[in-house]
């Protein structure tokens, strides 16, 4: 079992930034891909990014490169999403999600969720 928690949510400007962390417990988290989903009201979950077990490989969404970044910390079990030049339509609640198989826009490849921390972007 993992348990993942989000934390780092909040409202901001547009133009602005955030930075997002998921902190993980349980077994060890190198063992795992993480990814970041979001949700926004009214609309389907989609997948933001997603890092690999070692972090050689992230993938993000179209709509999000170059503006957010993950990374990971498997010393302090922690995975980072940080996020520039936010946008109102990046406004969502955001998750975490850990799995061990690397299928990253595929939410079925992922065993273990956090609770979601919601981001709010105003213009």
């Known amino acids: 079992q993992v348990q993942l928690v989000e934390s780092g949510g909040g409202l901001v400007q547009a133009g602005g930034s955030l930075r997002l962390s998921c902190a993980a417990s349980?077994?060890?988290?190198?063992?795992?891909?993480v990814g970041w989903f979001r949700q926004a009201p009214g609309k389907e979950r989609e997948f933001v990014a997603a890092?690999?077990?070692?972090?050689?490989?992230?993938y993000y969404t179209d709509s999000v490169k170059g503006r957010f970044t993950i990374s990971r910390d498997n010393a302090r079990n922690v995975v980072y999403l940080q996020m520039a030049s936010l946008k109102p339509e990046d406004t969502a609640v955001y998750y975490c999600?850990?799995?061990?198989?690397?299928?990253?826009?595929?939410?079925?490849?992922?065993?273990?969720w956090g609770q979601g921390t919601q981001v709010t972007v105003s213009s």
């Open positions: 999600a850990a799995g061990t198989t690397w299928s990253p826009r595929w939410s079925g490849a992922y065993a273990y």
């Open positions: 349980g077994r060890p988290f190198s063992n795992y891909a």
């Open positions: 890092i690999s077990w070692s972090a050689g490989t992230t």
